[in-house]
């Protein structure tokens, strides 16, 4: 991250979703996993969701672009 990234909220929120996506013990990375990702971050970062305009979900599967298979 640079450190014009590390002053952007954004951008260290999506480094936090992806980080925490990449420590699950998943080998299947599918959008099943992604959605179940979802309801674990409800419940234990709900801060990290990106909330207001559109659907959070979706928003999540953009953070995790190329992390997972769609």
């Known amino acids: ?4 990234a590390k002053n952007d909220p ?7 979703v992806r980080q925490l996506w990449n420590a699950r013990p998943y080998a299947n990375r599918t959008g099943t996993e992604v959605l179940i990702f979802y309801g674990w971050l409800e419940q234990h970062h709900p801060d990290l969701l990106k ?4 659907d959070p979900y979706q928003h ?5 672009r190329g992390l997972w298979a769609d």
């Open 10 to 16: 954004e951008a260290v929120r999506v480094a936090r």
């Open 51 to 54: 909330r207001g305009k559109g």
């Open 60 to 64: 999540l599967k953009v953070d995790l």
């Open 1 to 4: 991250m640079t450190k014009k």
